[in-house]
């Protein structure tokens, strides 16, 4: 027994005591959700009485389905587009051969160190002009924000598929090209489909990115149906979160199913688009 626990045995309890650490704070959430007191010094792990009555709340009492929609459709729409053009610009970095080809990607390299945040005043203000002169895409609006979204999600994503595409061979591009393939038709229905992997992790990065995101969406979001999760759940406690403690806990278990769907979707992918492309790049 003391051999197989100095062997073998120490790995399981590490294990496990790396699972109950990573699982506390998902039951205490589960705890306080179901708790019909719904405060923060009432939680108990096992509480008594418990309900649905703090998701019928969120419901009643808060906009908390329109901030689903609102999330939902941003991180959808930021993730997609920003994975397609990173795709786009990767595909140029890697097949071809330009002018400034080693400048632009050091660029994006170097423009990644600085967190989007730090441009909030420069963007604020031009924001403001975009308001009043194209309110549809300015303050309060889904396309405000994607497009404020999109420019942070594309050099990293950049980068990240440059290295899948350079583990490609060139001789299928070359081969298609021999057989009357333009690019366009080498991009989508030859290498594109060999980069799944890649592109499903750089979209489930970009989703949980942007639907967790708070900073900047506190900033460019005040009125009250155009508010994100993220923002909604923060002004539920931002003043007496004893109070809404409950239904703060019921809206975080909600705002994570998109997540838990996405990753399950493309879960088969994540594996071999995380280390291939990290050998060559």
Not at 13 to 38: D, E, H, K, Q, R
Not at 210 to 237: C, H, P, R, W, Y
Not at 249 to 264: K, N
Request: proline share 3%; hydrophobic share 55%; aromatic share 12%.
């Amino acid at each position: 027994m003391m051999t197989w626990i100095r062997q073998v045995g120490w790995r399981h309890l590490v294990g496990v005591a790396m699972l109950v650490f990573a699982l506390a704070p998902i039951v205490f959430v589960i705890s306080a959700a179901v708790n019909p007191l719904g405060t923060l010094s009432s939680s108990e792990l096992v509480p008594t009485g418990a309900s649905a009555g703090n998701f019928e709340r969120l419901f009643e009492d808060t906009q908390f389905g329109r901030w689903f929609l609102n999330s939902l459709v941003i991180a959808l729409a930021s993730s997609a587009a920003s994975v397609f053009i990173s795709a786009l610009a990767a595909y140029a970095f890697s097949r071809r051969r330009f002018r400034g080809r080693r400048v632009g990607l050091l660029s994006v390299l170097l423009i990644q160190m600085f967190p989007q945040f730090l441009a909030i005043v420069a963007i604020f203000l031009i924001f403001s002009t975009v308001t009043e002169y194209w309110p549809a895409i300015g303050f309060n609006t889904w396309w405000g924000l994607i497009l404020l979204y999109l420019g942070g999600a594309l050099g990293v994503n950049t980068w990240l598929m440059k290295g899948f595409f350079d583990t490609l061979p060139r001789e299928l591009d070359e081969s298609a090209t021999v057989d009357g393939a333009s690019h366009t038709q080498v991009f989508f229905r030859i290498l594109l489909p060999l980069v799944a992997p890649i592109l499903a992790v750089t979209a489930l990065l970009a989703f949980i990115g942007t639907i967790n995101e708070f900073l900047i969406a506190n900033v460019f979001l005040t009125d009250q149906g155009s508010k994100t999760l993220a923002v909604g759940l923060f002004g539920m406690v931002a003043g007496e979160r004893n109070n809404n403690f409950g239904m703060f806990c019921a809206g975080t278990l909600l705002t994570a199913i998109p997540t838990v769907l996405v990753f399950q979707l493309l879960q088969r992918y994540i594996t071999d688009g995380l280390t291939a492309g990290a050998v060559k790049g």
